[in-house]
């Protein structure tokens, strides 16, 4: 053992910076030990000194990890230059998220609740921004307040807008409607482009407490939305990596389109069951594979995942590139995925009667839907076909004998898993997970890309039997990480805070409801309740205020379990292909099956900092394809100005009400000086407008007929009118007895699983 590796023996990291570099410097959690052992800020000699770091390269690498540290808000420097632990200087760590109205929230790192930031404190700040706060006190309705003490990184290098001239002055107004500040352009950095084009501008000084920010004109797009720039200028707008570097493109030209034989060698040979994968029928990329037998008094179950761990690997371009990009991202008509085609559609996706490498669950499973066993290993398999959901519901639901026919030499195996699938939707049922019902939607486009019709997504039992046997292999995943301690990404999903939860009660005691659980509601307690009202008027309203009062879901070393599943323990393994974290635990298993631990090159710390970089690309993935999908939905209904609608509430805010259309699922606003003569208060816990001198209420989930009379698409808004108030709209002075409905702030954050 080398001077060095004796000098950190103390080191709780020790053996995974020996793997991971020839000379291994202290951990970030030594690192963070000895400042907290210290009770005070230090200098970096003192450190250096500390760990008896001597030579240059040492005391360079001892640099920059620690101005890593202060990037990731571990650590702060004072103006002194010294280091201090961020914890003990009881500052929050978290990501900015602006609102069009020039405030903002600032969402913890620790998934606490959202602090409020004031416009004026915004002014140094940009949606996506990561930065350091303290908190400030409450604002006059409550709220916690943040007031940042350092920016840790900026979020914005490039940004996407249409470009004015006023006066003599340039500047962009952003179509990322999250980023509230105009760019300024001086007039000799604005190239060719001219008043009213669609242009980038690359962010030469970012903004502070005293001056906006500055751009420079790097790309002009052109006046109007040709087909398609909607989804250029989410790309754009979000940074969404669309081009492969050409590091990646060299790593990847040695790949073929067949698994090689050596690559085979060693693992499990399961190509003579006759395991299926159940996609959509758009569907290119295919990560799972199933099969299920009778096994004693029970089944077996295999879920087979592709391996990408194979031949992504640690330390290369395209394992950089997939951590950089964190997801694929789904736009309507178009995919940017996180891995090249080569290995997305080719040797990673589970095609029809090709060799597939797989890490594989098997799992035995009781009558009554209880996983009584599982293992995990590598395996080499051969799709025997390539189902969609709507031939497997033909098969087990409807009993279509053509369909039977057709696939005959899997059908036993079919019938196998929607019988399990029986069990382990009861087993669901018992332990109390919630299962929301919410529309989801597509777009059919016609001719020049243009919307013909926006159609709800049907989900039949083949898409639930294959949900179930997902969440059973990430069940078992994560049990199996958390039992070996190793350091992996859990899917976390809180249940409600305090203060949702009390806004929530008092909202359910309009209606004569509870939430049973007391300050700590179980899963179960949201079940039982969902159940009671299912048959009720009301019963969307306060599915829709449920829903509101959870967290949303996100990735981290810390297993708090998943609140919406009712689970203890869950992660995500089943889609490697298009998620970074089911790599990262892929990873993991493996080094676990193959007895390698202590060649598992990943601290908690690595884990911390990968979960809040993927639970960020998941946002903003989430945000770049709504502001797509918003801007067709704009684009359609400009042609209809004019045209009346049936809608149903979504949203009351104190500035108007949301509607979305029935039959259309496009959503706009009733401003509150479109609702009638008269003074409408908001009531934030009720969720209510109320006429003052009319007693008209809007509430969440009520029915209206509007007009559509404005369509602004460089806003991507639409507004309505009301053409009429429908019955269950009420009228006159409320009573104890009659329906009080809820409403949400628009843009709330979607829940995941």
């Known amino acids: 053992m080398s001077t060095q590796n004796i000098r950190f023996t103390q080191d709780p990291q020790a053996e995974v910076e020996a793997q991971k570099y020839e000379r291994p410097i202290p951990s970030r959690d030594y690192i963070l030990q000895l400042l907290q052992e210290r009770g005070e800020p230090v200098g970096f000699e003192t450190v250096a000194q500390a760990f008896q770091l001597e030579d240059e390269n040492d005391l360079e690498a001892l640099r920059r990890r620690l101005k890593a540290m202060l990037r990731d808000g571990q650590l702060l420097q004072n103006r002194r230059g010294d280091f201090a632990v961020v914890d003990k200087l009881d500052l929050i760590r978290g990501r900015v998220i602006g609102h069009p109205d020039g405030f903002g929230f600032l969402v913890p ?45 900026r979020a914005n290098t490039h940004v996407v807008g249409r470009l004015h001239l006023e006066h003599g002055i340039c500047f962009v107004v952003p179509s990322n409607k999250h980023l509230n500040q105009q760019i300024l352009v001086a007039a000799e950095d604005r190239g060719a482009a001219i008043e009213g084009q669609i242009v980038v501008v690359e962010l030469i ?19 109007d939305m040709a ?36 690559a085979k060698v060693g693992r499990e040979d399961i190509r003579n069951l006759s395991l299926v994968t159940i996609d959509g029928e758009d569907a290119r990329d295919f990560d799972d594979a199933v099969y299920c037998e009778p ?73 009554s839907g209880v996983v009584k066993d599982y293992r995990f290993f590598e395996g080499v398999m051969r799709s025997a076909a390539r189902l969609t959901y709507n031939e497997v519901a033909a098969m087990v639901v409807e009993r279509k004998a053509e369909t039977i026919q057709q696939y005959k030499n899997v059908f036993p195996h079919l019938e196998n898993l929607y019988a399990l699938y029986g069990a382990l939707r009861t087993q669901r049922d018992k332990r109390g997970a919630i299962d ?124 708090d379990g998943h609140f919406g599943l009712a689970f203890d323990a869950y992660t995500h393994f089943t889609s490697p292909i298009r998620r970074y974290p089911d790599l990262v635990v892929h990873r993991a298993l493996r080094a676990l099956v193959r007895g390698e631990r202590k ?98 209420m809007y509430r969440l989930a009520d029915t209206v007929r509007v007009k559509v009379v404005r369509v602004n698409l460089d806003d991507k808004k639409i507004d309505f009118e009301l053409a009429g108030v429908a019955d269950s709209v009420e009228k006159g002075e409320p009573k104890s007895e009659k329906r009080e409905g809820g409403g949400a702030r628009r843009g709330k954050r979607r829940k995941r699983r």
Not at 133 to 151: C, F, K, M, S
Not at 483 to 509: M, Q, S, W
Request: glycine fraction near 8%.
């Open 109 to 153: 790192d620790d998934g606490s609740d959202d602090l409020f930031i004031t416009p004026k404190r915004m002014r140094g700040l940009l949606h996506g921004d990561r930065v350091l706060v303290r908190e400030a006190g409450l604002d006059h309705r409550g709220r916690r307040e943040a007031a940042p003490v350092e920016v840790l990184e």
């Open 436 to 559: 929301f019902e919410t529309t989801e939607t597509r777009i059919i486009f016609g001719e020049q890309r243009k919307i013909r019709e926006i159609v709800p997504v049907v989900r039949n039992d083949a898409h639930k039997l294959i949900e179930e046997m997902m969440i059973a292999a990430n069940v078992a995943a994560a049990d199996y990480l958390d039992k070996n301690e190793i350091p992996a990404l859990y899917r976390v999903h809180n249940g409600p805070t305090v203060e949702k939860l009390t806004d929530l009660r008092a909202f359910l005691a309009e209606f004569g409801l509870k939430l049973a659980g007391g300050e700590d509601p179980e899963p179960r307690h949201y079940a039982k309740l969902l159940g009671e009202i299912k048959d009720k008027p009301e019963a969307e309203l306060i599915q829709t205020v449920l829903l509101r009062s959870l967290s949303q879901a996100v990735y981290t070393p810390e297993n």
């Open 295 to 367: 096994k004693g008094r029970g089944w077996r179950l295999l879920v087979a995942i592709a391996d990408v761990s194979h031949y992504v690997l640690p330390g290369t371009a395209l394992e950089a590139e997939a951590i950089n990009r964190g997801n694929s991202v789904y736009f309507p008509g178009r995919v940017i995925p996180m891995l090249p085609e080569i290995l997305s559609n080719g040797l990673c996706s589970i095609n029809p009667q090709v060799d597939r490498l797989c890490m594989v669950c098997e799992m035995d499973i009781s009558t």
């Open 205 to 223: 000084e970012q903004p502070t407490w005293r001056s906006q920010p500055i751009g420079k004109v790097s790309e002009v797009l052109g006046e």
């Open 599 to 696: 060649k598992y090159a990943y601290s908690d710390n690595d884990m911390l900092s990968i979960g809040e970089h993927c639970s960020m690309t998941e946002r903003r993935a989430d945000d770049a394809t709504r502001d797509a999908m918003d801007w067709l939905k704009c684009e359609y209904m400009r042609g209809k100005v004019g045209e009346e609608y049936e809608g149903r509430i979504t949203g009351v805010t104190n500035f108007g009400i949301f509607v979305i259309l029935k039959d259309v699922y496009v959503e706009g606003l009733v401003h509150i000086t479109g609702l009638g003569k008269d003074y409408f208060h908001f009531d934030s816990v009720k969720h209510r407008l109320s006429g003052e001198r009319t007693g008209r």
């Open 227 to 262: 087909p398609g720039m909607e989804i250029d200028i989410a790309l754009r707008s979000y940074e969404i990596p669309t081009e492969w570097p050409d590091a990646v493109t060299q790593e990847i030209a040695s790949l073929g389109r067949e698994v090689p034989e050596n």
